[in-house]
């Protein structure tokens, strides 16, 4: 009798374990964020701001690549490569600046290439990085655009529109009556000044926050230049039953 429950006391011992060990590996090895900066002012202005992944390898060395990546190719913007380094990336923009200064040597115009990045959003199903990136090149005015990308917490993989939204149409019927609601703000203003009679489209990344899923137009994708950004958040309690994820 002594040596069964001695042995049941020996299994429990070590069933504990485990799940402390388990526990303990969990908190040693959590996804966090810190600031990362890089700037250069060799030649044209270039200040670099967003957050870098830590923690599970796996997950944070795919989180990082692909923001990097976008960084990267966003100062790249005239040649075929896909995936550069910063260092790269950096290099290429202030060697087409150089370039461009031989060129039109009675342009004062200094190029600008301008990102910052910040999580909006963070839940263990779901993680929400906003870029915005300004790049100014001697024209008219810079080109600015805001870019979502949504991870899986598990792996870092980002999620598709498919993998987080259920109904594809109910989900689009629902922006549109959030977008005519934000547009009628201005009685002057109508669809068909944004999208220009064409039919209304969803915006190319969706994005989250607290408060729920974020809906934004870049300048250019619809409407005119001076029209700027178009951005509303459609409450999670009006969204999520459509939406995939917690």
């Given at each position: 009798m002594f040596n069964i429950f001695?042995?049941?006391l020996k299994k429990v011992v070590f069933l504990s374990f485990l799940i402390l060990l388990v526990i303990?590996?969990?908190?040693?090895?959590?996804l966090t964020f810190s600031e990362e900066i890089i700037t250069s002012e060799d030649h044209a202005i270039i200040e670099i701001v967003y957050p870098k992944a830590s923690g599970?390898?796996?997950?944070?060395?795919?989180?990082?690549?692909?923001i990097e990546?976008?960084?990267?190719?966003s100062l790249n913007f005239d040649e075929e490569e896909n995936s550069i380094s910063f260092k790269d990336a950096v290099?290429?923009?202030?060697?087409?600046?150089?370039?461009?200064?031989?060129?039109?040597?009675?342009?004062?115009?200094?190029?600008?290439?301008?990102v910052?990045?910040?999580?909006?959003?963070?839940?263990?199903d779901l993680i929400c990085i906003a870029i915005h990136t300004y790049i100014d090149t001697g024209g008219a005015h810079g080109n600015g655009s805001i870019t979502?990308?949504?991870?899986?917490?598990?792996?870092?993989l980002l999620f598709t529109d498919e993998d987080l939204i259920k109904d594809s149409n109910l989900f689009k019927e629902l922006v549109q009556k959030h977008f005519i609601k934000h547009i009628d703000k201005d009685d002057d203003k109508s669809l068909d000044n944004y999208f220009f009679e064409d039919d209304f489209q969803l915006p190319?990344?969706?994005?989250?926050?607290?408060e729920g899923v974020i809906i934004l137009y870049n300048t250019y994708q619809i409407a005119a230049y001076s029209e700027g950004i178009t951005e509303f958040t459609i409450p999670y309690n009006e969204v999520n039953s459509i939406l995939k994820i917690n």
């Amino acid at each position: 009798m002594f040596n069964i429950f001695h042995y049941d006391l020996k299994k429990v011992v070590f069933l504990s374990f485990l799940i402390l060990l388990v526990i303990s590996c969990k908190k040693e090895f959590p996804l966090t964020f810190s600031e990362e900066i890089i700037t250069s002012e060799d030649h044209a202005i270039i200040e670099i701001v967003y957050p870098k992944a830590s923690g599970s390898e796996l997950v944070s060395n795919a989180i990082n690549k692909s923001i990097e990546n976008h960084i990267s190719n966003s100062l790249n913007f005239d040649e075929e490569e896909n995936s550069i380094s910063f260092k790269d990336a950096v290099n290429i923009f202030n060697s087409n600046y150089i370039k461009f200064t031989k060129e039109f040597p009675e342009s004062s115009q200094k190029w600008e290439a301008l990102v910052d990045g910040e999580v909006v959003y963070e839940s263990p199903d779901l993680i929400c990085i906003a870029i915005h990136t300004y790049i100014d090149t001697g024209g008219a005015h810079g080109n600015g655009s805001i870019t979502f990308f949504n991870f899986n917490p598990e792996n870092g993989l980002l999620f598709t529109d498919e993998d987080l939204i259920k109904d594809s149409n109910l989900f689009k019927e629902l922006v549109q009556k959030h977008f005519i609601k934000h547009i009628d703000k201005d009685d002057d203003k109508s669809l068909d000044n944004y999208f220009f009679e064409d039919d209304f489209q969803l915006p190319s990344t969706l994005g989250f926050s607290d408060e729920g899923v974020i809906i934004l137009y870049n300048t250019y994708q619809i409407a005119a230049y001076s029209e700027g950004i178009t951005e509303f958040t459609i409450p999670y309690n009006e969204v999520n039953s459509i939406l995939k994820i917690n």
